[in-house]
């Protein structure tokens, strides 16, 4: 086809045909081709069926479609994928690791069922949003974000409620509360691999909204453990403080990969619903000379 059409070109070039009856032939076999191929499509699809599974029949029953309310079928061959069937929509997933339902929880912009990215034991792990993740619902959210970086400012799960302080190893990344990582408890950041494994057996961690250390201006963290097994210096259930500055967290806390003190992370909220500023303590303040403590602790 192509080598015709280039001598008809050849032959406009030397004044041998005209422009426009080559440009209408051309034009006419396309179309003819295209016809053709529609009209026999269904021919391709039963060859490939008599080897490939159609992605419909593949992949087993995971989690609801926010749309249709379906269940979407998780695809396990790479790459990973859900695909809804009543939409005919397929969603891409984090690579390299286990795919799992988180809490039947649900994303409040879409009604998506939430899902959970596992990276191991020694790994750190972060809930997601299908759809959220293919379509970061924020103008700050990168393509293919979980619940960690998700500047909603209400949500549960999200990096403004869960969020610790600004990475020190990295120059973009929050580190970030891992609320399905009890009762092995884990704050991991946002973008590169540092992990802080902290109160191990509690029964609860959370975030103090709008509470910031005075030293570091780190969130401060509020901690749970039943009455056998509270591992509190002075035996009690529940204890809040910083991480990084309070005495009493000193040897429950143990830092990977760590080599700068905290830079403080200042909560966003709702700025035109791109997470402005609502934090308190005015922004980033230089921690006081956190490095000599920092490595006491985590020795």
């Known amino acids: 086809m192509r080598a015709a059409v280039e001598e008809q070109l050849n032959l406009i070039s030397h004044g041998k045909a005209d422009f426009r009856d080559v440009l209408h032939h051309a034009l006419e076999i396309f179309k003819l081709k295209f016809h053709y191929f529609v009209k026999n499509i269904t021919g391709m ?14 992949g087993k029953p995971l989690s609801r479609c926010g749309k249709c309310h379906r269940y979407m079928k998780f695809v396990q061959t790479k790459p990973l994928r859900l695909y809804c069937k009543e939409c005919d929509d397929t969603y891409g997933v984090p690579q390299n690791g286990v795919i799992r339902i988180y809490k039947e929880l649900k994303c409040p912009l879409d009604d998506f069922e939430l899902l959970q990215w596992f990276g191991g034991s020694k790994g750190k792990s972060y809930p997601f949003c299908p759809y959220c993740y293919n379509n970061p619902p924020f103008q700050d959210m990168r393509d293919g974000s979980g619940c960690n970086s998700c500047t909603h400012p209400t949500c549960p799960n999200s990096m403004l409620t869960n969020g610790l302080c600004t ?8 580190i970030v509360l891992d609320a399905a990582s009890a009762p092995k408890w884990k704050f991991s950041c946002n973008v ?12 609860k961690v959370l975030m103090k909204d709008d509470e910031n250390c005075k030293e570091c201006q780190s ?33 429950l806390v143990e830092k990977h990969q760590a080599k700068k003190g905290p830079r403080p992370f200042q909560r966003g909220g709702r700025g035109g619903g791109r997470g402005g500023g609502r934090g308190k ?9 956190k490095m000599a403590q920092l490595a006491a602790y985590f020795v």
Not at 45 to 58: M, P, Y
Not at 192 to 203: L, S, W
């Open 45 to 58: 699809d039963e060859l490939f069926e008599a080897s490939f599974s159609s992605l419909a029949d593949s």
């Open 167 to 174: 990475c020190f190893d990295c120059e973009h990344g929050i």
């Open 192 to 203: 590169c691999d540092v992990i802080i494994c902290a109160f191990d057996g509690a029964q």
């Open 281 to 289: 303590g005015g922004g980033r303040g230089k921690p006081k000379d």
């Open 219 to 251: 969130q401060l963290v509020s901690v749970e453990y039943k009455n056998e097994k509270s591992k509190l210096p002075d035996k009690s259930t529940e204890a809040t403080g910083c991480i990084f500055c309070s005495p009493q967290f000193s040897t």
